[in-house]
């Protein structure tokens, strides 16, 4: 089955500077990535996703990257700010109504 | 559009007792999900449904953990005894097409 692995697994980075986070998974029939973010006590919250036939997507301050053949995938957080202090997670699928398999959580510690 | 709700939000409960978690998903999402998350891990699949059938439930250790959607709308998961290591958020999410959203979890402490 399919595996997804995430680095590293804590990041503290200076408000204002960016934040990248990657990911590789083992099945190459996964065709959608998407990146989740989770605060306390809270369930996971869908962030921005990519799927295999597009290189790079740009959403304000967060862009994802993919690369198919390698089977990576990043996650890029720019301009950083306090509420970006999280754990986020990338995560693979299949594609439509199919389970997402889940990396271990990268957490981002935004220093001031 | 109203999101995933769970109900409780906290649980404790001794080991060997039994417990009950409730879920409503979005509105007509066919797909739902129940994942578990230990702490300190990313969540991890225990069962999906698509409307009232079982389309994966691999990863559900189904000697002591159950689930249904009978009218595959609500559903409900099930421990019975519970187990030590059973102590995480209980996660359910809904999903039509590839987009998955979760509800707040439900945290389980068994002492």
């Known amino acids: 089955g399919e595996n997804v692995e995430q680095h590293p697994s804590t990041l503290s980075v200076q408000e204002g500077d960016s934040a990248v986070i990657k990911c590789t998974y083992s099945?190459?029939?996964?065709?959608?990535f998407p990146w989740y973010k989770q605060e306390l006590g809270k369930g996971p919250q869908l962030i921005i996703d990519?799927?295999?036939?597009?290189g790079e997507k740009k959403d304000q301050r967060i862009a994802v990257t993919l690369n198919k053949t390698a089977k990576h995938f990043s996650l890029h957080i720019t301009e950083t700010q306090p509420e970006d202090s999280a754990v986020y997670f990338c995560?693979?699928?299949?594609?439509?109504?199919?389970?997402?398999?889940f990396g271990k959580g990268t957490r981002l510690h935004i220093l001031p | 559009e109203a999101g995933v709700a769970q109900s409780p939000r906290y649980k404790i409960i001794e080991k060997r007792q039994s417990v009950a978690f409730w879920c409503n998903p979005i509105?007509?999402?066919?797909?739902l999900y129940w994942y578990q998350q230990i702490l300190g891990q990313g969540p991890k699949l225990l069962i999906q449904?698509?409307?009232?059938?079982?389309?994966?439930d691999s990863q559900l250790p189904k000697d002591r953990f159950s689930a249904e959607r009978l009218k595959g709308v609500d559903s409900t998961l099930k421990i019975q005894p519970a187990k030590l290591e059973d102590s995480a958020v209980y996660l359910c999410?809904?999903?039509?097409?590839?987009?998955?959203?979760f509800g707040p979890g439900t945290r389980l402490t068994v002492l």
């Open positions: 509105s007509g999402h066919a797909t």
């Open positions: 995560a693979a699928s299949m594609g439509r109504d199919d389970k997402i398999i």
């Open positions: 449904f698509q409307n009232n059938g079982v389309v994966d």
């Open positions: 099945d190459s029939a996964s065709n959608y």
């Open positions: 990519i799927r295999s036939n597009v």
């Open positions: 999410a809904s999903s039509r097409g590839t987009s998955v959203n």
